[in-house]
């Protein structure tokens, strides 16, 4: 091989090698085999995968997220004793869940939420609801109303548990909504992330020993869907809503949630609720990191200051530092920070005061608006303050009417004085 082959050959092999680097360096693409699909970091809120993400669809018992919610929020101690009604049994057909319980049996609360959340009993959802509202229709009443204030805006429940009705619906994204509000409880995810409860005798039971609906946190049902970074959520299914499934994951320090709606089974017979959801956590970690976009210690601009001596601009800030997701492949010619202040501001400025904003983009993607701040105080010249104002009223309409007519004034005055002047002159001679 002569010496100019060997050359081009080397080349060639480096602009391979180091193509493939940048090429493996790309996020890939991702696709999920579902009706709606949703992946987001819930301490960021930033989205990084989505799929009919705003579409209205059934969530079966991915409802009893909102009924968790509800519990944790309310005044009830864990510890605290709950009784089951015969109106929370009526109309329930004991299938779904896979523990039985009995009206009149007594649990604590957070033995029914385990009941709620990993096995998925109904009858518990309807325990939950009368225990916070006193009635199931008062408790669906504060779950729209709790929906609405975390911003689900497509979002209507018509009981505590997913039972199909035709009017409960909900959104991939209003489901990451309401995962994300739940996480906020620490006795909720310890719950949800149990493998198997082993719950001791009630009144009416002896102990008893069931698993979780969530393969990917529980091995014990089926072993092909474990996923060691699960941390929850809540699984789904009916007729109508297919399989659906909440899921969340800690690795590391990112947190993520997951949402599937309306999955099926693949050719082989394997559930692609669990399938898909692993699939999609583990491509946000592998793919996703958390990036610092926005210091409060970096400017963003600078804006014209009027009325001081000290100096004609201030420096704009973010209020806040700011960090998200972004891919692993960033790059910073592509994040472009948009400010939005006035042309010029007049002094005094304290320092933080609200200047405008700045809005961060990344790879044409509109991330988040943040206000602009001073970076620090200017003080107002009282003699810059006086030409201003005496600026503003010589330059008014009414100003210069005024002056023409001081003008016309001395003019006529002038004129006059000239004629009488000169007839005393005529008189002298």
């Keep these: 091989m002569t010496q100019k082959r060997f050359l081009t050959c080397l080349i060639l092999i480096c602009y391979l090698v180091f193509s493939g680097a940048a090429m493996a360096a790309e996020v890939p693409a991702m696709q999920v085999d579902a009706s709606a699909a949703l992946l987001a970091d819930p301490v960021t809120d930033q989205v990084m995968y989505e799929k009919n993400a705003h579409q209205k669809l059934p969530q079966a018992s991915l409802t009893k997220m909102m009924t968790a919610l509800l519990v944790a929020e309310s005044d009830y101690a864990m510890t605290d004793t709950v009784i089951v009604s015969e109106s929370a049994m009526e109309g329930m057909e004991h299938l779904s ?125 089926e072993r092909d869907y474990f996923y060691k970074y699960a941390t929850g959520l809540k699984t789904g299914t009916t007729t109508k809503a297919g399989l659906c499934l909440a899921s969340s994951a800690t690795k590391g320090d990112s947190t993520l949630i997951g949402i599937v709606l309306g999955a099926s089974r693949d050719a082989e017979g394997k559930k692609r609720n669990f399938v898909e959801s692993a699939r999609l956590l583990q491509w946000g970690f592998d793919n996703f990191s958390v990036r610092e976009l926005l210091s409060r210690k970096n400017p963003v601009c600078e804006v014209k200051v009027d009325l001081s001596w000290k100096r004609d601009y201030v420096v704009a800030v973010p209020a806040q530092d700011y960090s998200t997701m972004t891919p692993n492949d960033f790059s910073s010619d592509k994040l472009e920070l948009i400010a939005d202040v006035p042309e010029k501001i007049n002094a005094p400025i304290e320092k933080g005061q609200v200047l405008g904003s700045v809005l961060v983009r990344y790879d044409g993607k509109d991330y988040k608006t943040i206000d602009l701040v001073a970076a620090d105080s200017l003080d107002r010249s009282l003699i810059l303050l006086v030409l201003h104002w005496l600026g503003i009223i010589f330059s008014s309409t009414i100003a210069k009417i005024i002056g023409l007519g001081f003008v016309i004034l001395v003019v006529i005055y002038v004129v006059a004085a000239v004629r009488i002047n000169r007839k005393k002159t005529r008189r002298y001679r």
């Design 97 to 221: 869940g896979t523990v039985t319980i009995e009206s009149g049996e007594e649990f604590t609360v957070k033995e029914i939420l385990t009941l709620l959340m990993v096995a998925s009993v109904n009858e518990a959802a309807n325990v939950c609801a009368e225990l916070v509202s006193g009635t199931i229709p008062a408790f669906v009443e504060k779950m729209n109303a709790r929906a609405e204030e975390l911003g689900c805006t497509n979002t209507h429940f018509c009981n505590p548990h997913g039972l199909h009705e035709d009017e409960h619906y909900t959104t991939a994204y209003d489901l990451y909504l309401i995962a994300r509000e739940l996480l906020k409880h620490e006795d909720i995810m310890e719950i949800v992330g149990k493998d198997r409860v082993v719950m001791e005798a009630t009144n009416k039971s002896g102990e008893r020993i069931f698993f979780s609906t969530n393969s990917l946190v529980s091995r014990y049902k």
